[in-house]
Protein backbone atom coordinates (compact mmCIF):
# COMPACT_ATOMS: atom_id res chain seq x y z
CA UNK A 1 0.00 0.00 0.00
CA UNK A 2 1.18 3.43 -1.33
CA UNK A 3 0.70 6.88 0.76
CA UNK A 4 -2.21 8.69 -1.33
CA UNK A 5 -0.55 12.35 -1.49
CA UNK A 6 -3.47 15.14 -2.00
CA UNK A 7 -3.08 18.31 -3.92
CA UNK A 8 -6.01 20.43 -2.82
CA UNK A 9 -7.68 21.02 0.42
CA UNK A 10 -10.84 19.62 -1.31
CA UNK A 11 -9.42 16.37 -1.90
CA UNK A 12 -9.08 16.01 2.13
CA UNK A 13 -11.32 14.34 4.36
CA UNK A 14 -13.37 15.96 6.67
CA UNK A 15 -11.69 14.30 9.83
CA UNK A 16 -9.21 11.88 10.67
CA UNK A 17 -8.12 9.88 13.37
CA UNK A 18 -4.71 11.51 13.55
CA UNK A 19 -3.03 14.32 11.74
CA UNK A 20 0.96 14.76 11.85
CA UNK A 21 2.20 17.88 11.18
CA UNK A 22 5.51 17.89 9.61
CA UNK A 23 7.06 15.05 7.31
CA UNK A 24 10.93 15.66 8.71
CA UNK A 25 11.91 12.21 10.35
CA UNK A 26 9.47 12.66 13.80
CA UNK A 27 6.69 13.14 11.23
CA UNK A 28 7.57 10.39 8.81
CA UNK A 29 8.26 7.94 11.59
CA UNK A 30 4.94 8.66 13.84
CA UNK A 31 3.10 8.51 10.45
CA UNK A 32 4.10 5.07 9.33
CA UNK A 33 3.56 3.54 12.83
CA UNK A 34 0.22 5.12 13.30
CA UNK A 35 -0.91 3.43 9.47
CA UNK A 36 0.82 0.45 10.39
CA UNK A 37 -2.30 0.44 12.50
CA UNK A 38 -5.13 0.81 10.55
CA UNK A 39 -6.04 4.27 12.01
CA UNK A 40 -6.40 6.96 9.20
CA UNK A 41 -3.65 9.29 9.24
CA UNK A 42 -2.57 12.31 7.44
CA UNK A 43 0.21 14.35 7.06
CA UNK A 44 0.82 18.12 6.52
CA UNK A 45 3.86 19.53 5.57
CA UNK A 46 4.77 22.92 3.82
CA UNK A 47 8.07 20.92 2.18
CA UNK A 48 7.50 19.55 -1.57
CA UNK A 49 8.30 16.09 -0.47
CA UNK A 50 8.62 13.66 2.36
CA UNK A 51 12.39 14.69 4.22
CA UNK A 52 11.93 17.87 6.30
CA UNK A 53 14.92 19.71 6.61
CA UNK A 54 17.67 16.92 7.24
CA UNK A 55 16.51 14.38 4.56
CA UNK A 56 15.21 16.67 2.37
CA UNK A 57 14.48 16.18 -1.58
CA UNK A 58 16.22 12.65 -0.24
CA UNK A 59 13.43 10.54 -2.58
CA UNK A 60 14.32 12.10 -5.83
CA UNK A 61 18.13 12.82 -5.38
CA UNK A 62 20.80 10.73 -7.52
CA UNK A 63 23.35 9.54 -4.79
CA UNK A 64 26.11 9.19 -7.74
CA UNK A 65 25.66 13.08 -8.42
CA UNK A 66 25.04 14.19 -4.26
CA UNK A 67 27.24 11.80 -3.03
CA UNK A 68 28.52 15.19 -1.19
CA UNK A 69 25.77 15.05 1.35
CA UNK A 70 27.20 12.43 3.34
CA UNK A 71 25.87 9.13 5.17
CA UNK A 72 23.61 11.00 7.88
CA UNK A 73 21.97 11.65 4.76
CA UNK A 74 21.60 8.82 2.88
CA UNK A 75 20.44 7.02 5.95
CA UNK A 76 17.04 8.60 5.97
CA UNK A 77 16.29 6.28 2.72
CA UNK A 78 14.79 3.75 4.82
CA UNK A 79 12.14 6.00 6.28
CA UNK A 80 10.83 7.70 3.64
CA UNK A 81 10.46 4.44 2.05
CA UNK A 82 8.56 3.43 4.81
CA UNK A 83 6.48 6.17 4.73
CA UNK A 84 5.73 5.99 0.79
CA UNK A 85 4.59 2.78 1.81
CA UNK A 86 2.80 3.09 4.18
CA UNK A 87 -0.77 4.00 3.58
CA UNK A 88 -0.90 7.32 4.87
CA UNK A 89 -2.54 10.41 3.16
CA UNK A 90 0.38 13.04 2.74
CA UNK A 91 -0.21 16.41 1.76
CA UNK A 92 2.98 18.23 0.49
CA UNK A 93 3.16 22.45 0.12
CA UNK A 94 0.72 22.35 2.29
CA UNK A 95 0.39 25.56 5.19
CA UNK A 96 -1.05 25.13 8.62
CA UNK A 97 -2.09 28.31 10.16
CA UNK A 98 -4.67 27.19 12.84
CA UNK A 99 -5.02 24.99 15.67
CA UNK A 100 -7.42 24.79 18.23
CA UNK A 101 -9.43 22.40 20.34
CA UNK A 102 -12.78 21.57 19.18
CA UNK A 103 -15.53 19.70 20.33
CA UNK A 104 -16.26 15.73 20.66
CA UNK A 105 -15.72 13.47 18.42
CA UNK A 106 -13.07 15.76 16.62
CA UNK A 107 -11.11 17.19 19.84
CA UNK A 108 -8.66 19.22 17.96
CA UNK A 109 -9.33 21.33 14.71
CA UNK A 110 -6.56 21.91 12.13
CA UNK A 111 -6.72 24.90 9.33
CA UNK A 112 -4.70 24.24 6.43
CA UNK A 113 -3.70 25.73 3.42
CA UNK A 114 -3.59 23.60 0.02
CA UNK A 115 -3.96 24.23 -3.76
CA UNK A 116 -5.18 27.56 -2.87
CA UNK A 117 -8.16 27.14 -0.72
CA UNK A 118 -8.67 26.45 2.93
CA UNK A 119 -10.27 23.49 4.91
CA UNK A 120 -10.51 23.20 8.81
CA UNK A 121 -10.22 19.53 9.69
CA UNK A 122 -10.82 17.58 12.95
CA UNK A 123 -8.57 15.43 14.72
CA UNK A 124 -9.32 12.75 17.03
CA UNK A 125 -5.67 12.77 17.93
CA UNK A 126 -2.42 15.69 16.14
CA UNK A 127 1.76 15.45 16.66
CA UNK A 128 3.50 18.34 15.80
CA UNK A 129 6.52 17.41 14.31
CA UNK A 130 7.52 20.80 12.53
CA UNK A 131 11.28 21.11 13.73
CA UNK A 132 13.47 23.73 14.64
CA UNK A 133 14.27 26.65 13.55
CA UNK A 134 17.70 28.46 13.37
CA UNK A 135 18.35 31.17 16.02
CA UNK A 136 18.87 34.72 14.51
CA UNK A 137 21.87 36.03 14.54
CA UNK A 138 21.51 39.86 14.45
CA UNK A 139 24.73 42.00 14.19
CA UNK A 140 25.30 45.51 12.10
CA UNK A 141 24.51 44.56 8.17
CA UNK A 142 23.52 41.46 8.73
CA UNK A 143 20.18 42.18 6.67
CA UNK A 144 22.34 43.03 3.71
CA UNK A 145 21.83 40.86 0.32
CA UNK A 146 24.36 38.04 0.61
CA UNK A 147 24.08 37.44 4.04
CA UNK A 148 22.35 34.56 4.89
CA UNK A 149 21.52 32.19 7.71
CA UNK A 150 23.16 28.65 6.80
CA UNK A 151 19.89 26.71 6.47
CA UNK A 152 18.87 28.57 3.96
CA UNK A 153 22.32 27.69 1.63
CA UNK A 154 21.42 24.05 2.58
CA UNK A 155 18.48 24.14 1.43
CA UNK A 156 19.56 25.34 -1.68
CA UNK A 157 22.26 22.66 -1.87
CA UNK A 158 19.94 19.49 -1.04
CA UNK A 159 17.20 20.67 -3.22
CA UNK A 160 18.56 21.97 -5.69
CA UNK A 161 22.34 21.24 -5.87
CA UNK A 162 23.14 24.95 -5.94
CA UNK A 163 26.51 25.32 -5.31
CA UNK A 164 27.77 29.46 -4.05
CA UNK A 165 30.23 31.09 -6.23
CA UNK A 166 32.82 33.18 -5.01
CA UNK A 167 34.03 34.27 -1.59
CA UNK A 168 31.92 32.51 1.01
CA UNK A 169 32.68 33.12 4.76
CA UNK A 170 30.86 31.33 7.04
CA UNK A 171 30.48 32.60 10.64
CA UNK A 172 29.17 31.81 13.85
CA UNK A 173 29.40 28.35 16.23
CA UNK A 174 27.30 24.76 16.18
CA UNK A 175 27.02 21.92 14.46
CA UNK A 176 24.89 22.55 11.38
CA UNK A 177 27.72 25.10 10.37
CA UNK A 178 30.62 22.76 9.83
CA UNK A 179 28.27 20.50 8.52
CA UNK A 180 27.47 22.95 6.10
CA UNK A 181 31.31 23.67 5.25
CA UNK A 182 32.11 20.04 4.95
CA UNK A 183 29.48 19.74 2.45
CA UNK A 184 30.02 23.12 0.42
CA UNK A 185 33.85 21.78 0.58
CA UNK A 186 32.80 18.34 -0.81
CA UNK A 187 30.65 19.89 -3.38
CA UNK A 188 33.35 22.00 -4.93
CA UNK A 189 32.79 25.44 -3.09
CA UNK A 190 35.85 27.38 -2.46
CA UNK A 191 35.25 28.68 1.48
CA UNK A 192 37.39 32.01 2.42
CA UNK A 193 36.99 31.17 5.81
CA UNK A 194 34.82 30.28 8.70
CA UNK A 195 35.04 32.59 11.65
CA UNK A 196 33.78 30.17 14.88
CA UNK A 197 32.07 32.48 17.57
CA UNK A 198 32.57 29.63 20.02
CA UNK A 199 33.63 31.70 23.61
CA UNK A 200 36.56 29.69 25.06
CA UNK A 201 34.80 29.90 28.33
CA UNK A 202 32.32 27.80 27.22
CA UNK A 203 34.82 24.37 27.29
CA UNK A 204 34.73 24.85 30.97
CA UNK A 205 30.72 24.50 31.22
CA UNK A 206 31.07 22.29 28.95
CA UNK A 207 33.26 20.08 30.88
CA UNK A 208 30.45 18.42 33.14
CA UNK A 209 29.05 16.91 30.99
CA UNK A 210 32.13 14.98 28.61
CA UNK A 211 31.56 11.63 29.93
CA UNK A 212 28.69 11.57 28.09
CA UNK A 213 29.83 13.03 24.96
CA UNK A 214 32.72 10.55 24.82
CA UNK A 215 30.38 7.44 24.89
CA UNK A 216 28.11 9.11 22.29
CA UNK A 217 27.99 8.69 18.35
CA UNK A 218 28.59 12.61 18.14
CA UNK A 219 32.44 12.35 18.91
CA UNK A 220 33.99 10.37 15.79
CA UNK A 221 31.57 11.68 13.03
CA UNK A 222 32.11 14.93 15.25
CA UNK A 223 36.23 14.84 15.30
CA UNK A 224 36.23 13.68 11.53
CA UNK A 225 34.20 16.14 10.42
CA UNK A 226 36.27 18.94 12.10
CA UNK A 227 39.42 17.64 11.05
CA UNK A 228 38.35 17.92 7.52
CA UNK A 229 36.96 21.12 7.58
CA UNK A 230 39.70 22.81 9.53
CA UNK A 231 42.45 21.32 7.10
CA UNK A 232 40.58 22.97 4.18
CA UNK A 233 38.91 26.12 5.29
CA UNK A 234 41.32 29.08 7.21
CA UNK A 235 39.35 28.84 10.42
CA UNK A 236 39.63 31.82 12.85
CA UNK A 237 38.37 30.98 16.68
CA UNK A 238 37.39 32.94 19.36
CA UNK A 239 35.76 35.75 16.82
CA UNK A 240 33.61 38.55 19.42
CA UNK A 241 31.92 41.15 16.84
CA UNK A 242 31.23 40.93 13.28
CA UNK A 243 30.16 43.89 10.96
CA UNK A 244 28.67 43.52 7.43
CA UNK A 245 29.22 46.11 4.73
CA UNK A 246 28.93 47.04 1.15
CA UNK A 247 26.96 49.11 -0.94
CA UNK A 248 23.65 47.64 -1.71
CA UNK A 249 24.67 44.08 -0.41
CA UNK A 250 27.45 43.01 1.08
CA UNK A 251 31.18 42.97 0.01
CA UNK A 252 32.98 43.17 3.04
CA UNK A 253 32.92 41.30 6.41
CA UNK A 254 34.37 42.74 9.45
CA UNK A 255 35.17 40.75 12.44
CA UNK A 256 36.78 40.88 16.18
CA UNK A 257 39.57 38.79 17.86
CA UNK A 258 41.43 39.23 20.39
CA UNK A 259 40.13 43.17 20.50
CA UNK A 260 41.96 43.44 17.13
CA UNK A 261 39.31 44.28 13.97
CA UNK A 262 40.10 42.67 10.76
CA UNK A 263 38.34 42.74 7.32
CA UNK A 264 37.62 39.92 4.75
CA UNK A 265 36.33 40.20 1.56
CA UNK A 266 32.98 38.56 1.09
CA UNK A 267 30.15 37.82 -1.79
CA UNK A 268 28.41 35.55 0.36
CA UNK A 269 28.00 35.32 4.23
CA UNK A 270 26.43 32.40 5.90
CA UNK A 271 25.73 32.64 9.53
CA UNK A 272 24.54 30.30 12.24
CA UNK A 273 24.55 29.87 16.44
CA UNK A 274 22.47 26.72 16.72
CA UNK A 275 18.67 25.89 16.29
CA UNK A 276 15.61 26.37 18.73
CA UNK A 277 12.30 24.41 18.89
CA UNK A 278 9.64 25.67 16.50
CA UNK A 279 6.83 27.00 19.05
CA UNK A 280 4.95 29.42 17.12
CA UNK A 281 1.47 26.56 16.17
CA UNK A 282 1.99 25.25 19.91
CA UNK A 283 1.87 28.49 21.22
CA UNK A 284 -1.33 29.78 19.42
CA UNK A 285 -3.04 27.16 20.62
CA UNK A 286 -2.73 27.80 23.84
CA UNK A 287 -0.59 24.92 24.85
CA UNK A 288 2.11 26.22 28.34
CA UNK A 289 5.90 26.74 27.21
CA UNK A 290 8.50 26.46 29.69
CA UNK A 291 12.23 28.17 29.68
CA UNK A 292 14.87 25.99 28.41
CA UNK A 293 18.12 27.53 30.37
CA UNK A 294 20.48 25.01 28.77
CA UNK A 295 19.77 26.17 25.11
CA UNK A 296 18.55 29.51 26.06
CA UNK A 297 15.11 28.79 24.16
CA UNK A 298 11.65 28.08 24.62
CA UNK A 299 9.34 25.22 23.87
CA UNK A 300 6.39 23.29 25.05
CA UNK A 301 5.19 21.47 28.30
CA UNK A 302 5.43 17.95 27.78
CA UNK A 303 5.17 14.99 30.11
CA UNK A 304 7.26 11.88 28.73
CA UNK A 305 5.24 10.36 25.81
CA UNK A 306 5.32 14.00 24.06
CA UNK A 307 1.60 15.38 25.57
CA UNK A 308 1.12 19.11 25.80
CA UNK A 309 -0.71 20.73 28.23
CA UNK A 310 -3.63 20.77 25.31
CA UNK A 311 -5.30 17.66 25.13
CA UNK A 312 -4.96 15.53 22.45
CA UNK A 313 -2.07 17.56 21.00
CA UNK A 314 1.32 15.91 21.45
CA UNK A 315 5.41 17.35 20.10
CA UNK A 316 8.05 15.38 18.89
CA UNK A 317 11.23 15.73 17.21
CA UNK A 318 13.59 18.89 17.30
CA UNK A 319 10.23 20.98 18.19
CA UNK A 320 10.09 19.20 21.39
CA UNK A 321 13.57 18.93 21.97
CA UNK A 322 16.67 19.38 19.91
CA UNK A 323 18.28 16.59 19.44
CA UNK A 324 18.69 15.73 15.45
CA UNK A 325 17.17 13.45 13.18
CA UNK A 326 18.15 9.62 14.98
CA UNK A 327 16.79 11.25 18.05
CA UNK A 328 13.36 12.64 16.21
CA UNK A 329 13.24 9.52 14.50
CA UNK A 330 12.57 7.70 17.99
CA UNK A 331 10.71 10.27 19.68
CA UNK A 332 8.03 10.54 16.44
CA UNK A 333 7.30 6.61 17.15
CA UNK A 334 7.00 7.18 20.82
CA UNK A 335 4.16 9.42 20.38
CA UNK A 336 2.40 7.75 18.07
CA UNK A 337 2.57 4.96 20.17
CA UNK A 338 1.05 7.19 22.43
CA UNK A 339 -2.09 8.35 20.34
CA UNK A 340 -2.70 5.02 19.48
CA UNK A 341 -3.41 3.81 22.89
CA UNK A 342 -5.58 6.54 23.62
CA UNK A 343 -7.32 6.03 20.23
CA UNK A 344 -8.20 2.37 21.22
CA UNK A 345 -6.05 1.16 18.21
CA UNK A 346 -3.65 -0.66 20.40
CA UNK A 347 -3.93 -1.97 24.17
CA UNK A 348 -1.64 0.16 26.66
CA UNK A 349 0.50 -2.40 28.18
CA UNK A 350 1.41 -3.09 24.50
CA UNK A 351 1.83 0.38 23.59
CA UNK A 352 3.84 1.01 27.26
CA UNK A 353 6.23 -2.02 26.77
CA UNK A 354 7.12 -0.32 22.69
CA UNK A 355 7.47 2.64 24.39
CA UNK A 356 9.23 1.41 27.26
CA UNK A 357 12.05 -0.04 25.05
CA UNK A 358 12.12 3.47 22.64
CA UNK A 359 12.63 5.22 25.80
CA UNK A 360 16.06 3.15 26.30
CA UNK A 361 16.67 4.31 22.42
CA UNK A 362 16.35 7.74 23.15
CA UNK A 363 18.64 8.20 26.59
CA UNK A 364 21.24 6.41 24.42
CA UNK A 365 20.99 8.69 21.55
CA UNK A 366 20.77 11.93 23.32
CA UNK A 367 24.40 10.95 25.29
CA UNK A 368 26.64 13.99 23.96
CA UNK A 369 23.92 16.27 23.03
CA UNK A 370 24.20 18.08 26.64
CA UNK A 371 27.75 18.83 25.96
CA UNK A 372 27.35 20.06 22.33
CA UNK A 373 24.54 22.59 24.22
CA UNK A 374 26.73 23.76 26.48
CA UNK A 375 29.86 23.82 24.26
CA UNK A 376 27.90 25.92 21.59
CA UNK A 377 25.87 28.03 23.56
CA UNK A 378 25.89 31.63 21.79
CA UNK A 379 28.17 34.26 23.11
CA UNK A 380 25.85 37.20 25.13
CA UNK A 381 27.38 39.63 22.23
CA UNK A 382 25.47 37.67 19.31
CA UNK A 383 22.07 37.51 21.73
CA UNK A 384 21.92 41.05 22.79
CA UNK A 385 23.27 43.18 19.83
CA UNK A 386 25.13 46.33 21.34
CA UNK A 387 25.45 48.45 18.55
CA UNK A 388 21.90 50.58 18.30
CA UNK A 389 21.99 50.25 14.60
CA UNK A 390 21.42 46.79 14.38
CA UNK A 391 18.54 45.83 13.14
CA UNK A 392 16.37 43.43 15.77
CA UNK A 393 13.06 42.99 13.31
CA UNK A 394 13.66 42.02 9.66
CA UNK A 395 9.94 42.49 8.53
CA UNK A 396 9.52 45.69 10.36
CA UNK A 397 12.57 46.86 10.68
CA UNK A 398 12.84 47.48 13.97
CA UNK A 399 16.54 48.47 15.16
CA UNK A 400 18.07 47.36 18.67
CA UNK A 401 17.86 51.06 19.77
CA UNK A 402 14.01 51.28 19.40
CA UNK A 403 13.71 48.27 21.35
CA UNK A 404 15.81 49.83 24.02
CA UNK A 405 13.84 52.85 24.20
CA UNK A 406 10.24 50.84 24.53
CA UNK A 407 11.66 48.84 27.24
CA UNK A 408 13.27 52.21 28.78
CA UNK A 409 9.39 53.59 28.36
CA UNK A 410 8.63 50.98 30.92
CA UNK A 411 7.14 48.21 29.01
CA UNK A 412 5.74 45.33 31.60
CA UNK A 413 6.77 42.99 29.08
CA UNK A 414 7.24 41.69 25.40
CA UNK A 415 4.53 41.50 23.90
CA UNK A 416 3.87 45.33 24.98
CA UNK A 417 7.23 46.10 22.85
CA UNK A 418 5.58 44.11 20.54
CA UNK A 419 2.43 46.23 20.71
CA UNK A 420 4.75 49.35 20.40
CA UNK A 421 7.18 48.76 17.65
CA UNK A 422 5.57 46.17 15.93
CA UNK A 423 8.28 43.37 16.41
CA UNK A 424 7.22 40.10 15.39
CA UNK A 425 3.52 41.32 13.45
CA UNK A 426 5.81 40.60 10.03
CA UNK A 427 5.18 37.52 7.60
CA UNK A 428 8.36 35.34 9.99
CA UNK A 429 5.60 36.06 13.19
CA UNK A 430 8.63 36.43 15.42
CA UNK A 431 10.92 33.53 14.17
CA UNK A 432 13.54 35.87 13.53
CA UNK A 433 13.58 38.95 15.99
CA UNK A 434 11.48 37.22 19.43
CA UNK A 435 14.42 35.39 20.96
CA UNK A 436 16.17 38.59 20.59
CA UNK A 437 13.71 40.70 21.85
CA UNK A 438 13.56 38.07 25.12
CA UNK A 439 17.10 38.26 25.55
CA UNK A 440 17.00 42.36 25.27
CA UNK A 441 14.93 42.70 28.33
CA UNK A 442 15.89 39.95 30.29
CA UNK A 443 19.36 41.99 30.23
CA UNK A 444 17.80 45.19 31.00
CA UNK A 445 15.96 43.72 33.55
CA UNK A 446 18.82 41.86 35.01
CA UNK A 447 16.36 38.96 35.06
CA UNK A 448 16.54 35.10 33.79
CA UNK A 449 14.83 35.41 30.24
CA UNK A 450 12.33 32.80 31.09
CA UNK A 451 10.67 35.10 33.48
CA UNK A 452 10.10 38.11 30.58
CA UNK A 453 8.27 35.78 28.57
CA UNK A 454 7.91 35.24 25.02
CA UNK A 455 5.67 36.97 22.46
CA UNK A 456 2.11 35.55 22.69
CA UNK A 457 1.10 34.26 19.49
CA UNK A 458 -1.96 33.98 17.39
CA UNK A 459 -3.82 32.24 14.47
CA UNK A 460 -3.11 32.61 11.40
CA UNK A 461 0.97 31.63 12.44
CA UNK A 462 1.99 31.60 8.73
CA UNK A 463 0.74 34.35 6.01
CA UNK A 464 -1.93 33.22 4.08
CA UNK A 465 -4.41 35.21 1.51
CA UNK A 466 -7.98 36.49 2.88
CA UNK A 467 -8.60 34.70 -0.76
CA UNK A 468 -7.48 31.62 0.86
CA UNK A 469 -9.29 32.37 4.03
CA UNK A 470 -12.79 32.85 2.57
CA UNK A 471 -11.95 30.27 0.90
CA UNK A 472 -12.75 28.29 4.19
CA UNK A 473 -16.25 26.20 4.09
CA UNK A 474 -18.53 28.16 6.62
CA UNK A 475 -19.60 25.84 9.69
CA UNK A 476 -23.56 25.57 10.89
CA UNK A 477 -22.34 27.44 13.92
CA UNK A 478 -20.28 29.86 11.90
CA UNK A 479 -23.55 30.55 9.93
CA UNK A 480 -26.24 31.21 12.79
CA UNK A 481 -23.09 33.08 14.42
CA UNK A 482 -23.52 35.65 11.05
CA UNK A 483 -27.09 35.68 9.82
CA UNK A 484 -28.72 34.06 12.18
CA UNK A 485 -29.47 30.85 9.70
CA UNK A 486 -27.84 27.73 9.65
CA UNK A 487 -27.87 27.86 5.50
CA UNK A 488 -26.46 30.51 3.58
CA UNK A 489 -28.97 33.03 2.26
CA UNK A 490 -29.89 33.55 -1.40
Known amino acids: MTARTFTGAAELAPAYDLVIIGAGPAGLAAAAEAAAAGVSVLVLDEGAGPGGQMYRALGRLDRSVFGFLGPDYWQGEPLVRAFLGSGAGYAPRALVWGLQAAPEPSGLE ?50 SGLVPEGRVVLAGCGP ?21 TTSPGQWLRALPHLPGFLCSSYLRRGLAMLARVRTSVRTFRNVDGLEAAGTGRVERLR ?17 HQGVVPDINLPGAAGCALVWNPRLRAFQPRLDASGRTTLPGLAVAGDAAAVGGAALAEVSGRMAALDALAALGALAPAVAAARQEALGRARRRLARGRAFLDALYLPRAAFRVPADDRTVVCRCEEVSAAQVRSAIALGAPGVN ?33 PGLVGT ?3 RVPV ?11 PATPEALIAVTGEATPLD
Do not use: N
Open 416 to 448: QVKTFLRCGMGPCQGRLCASTVTEMMAAERRVE
Open 455 to 457: FRL
Open 176 to 196: LLYLLADELISAGAGITALLD
Open 255 to 271: FRRGGRWRELDADLVLV
Open 462 to 472: KPITLAEMAST
Open 110 to 159: VAVSLGGASRVLGARRVILATGAHERPMPFPGWTLPGVMLAGAAQIALKS
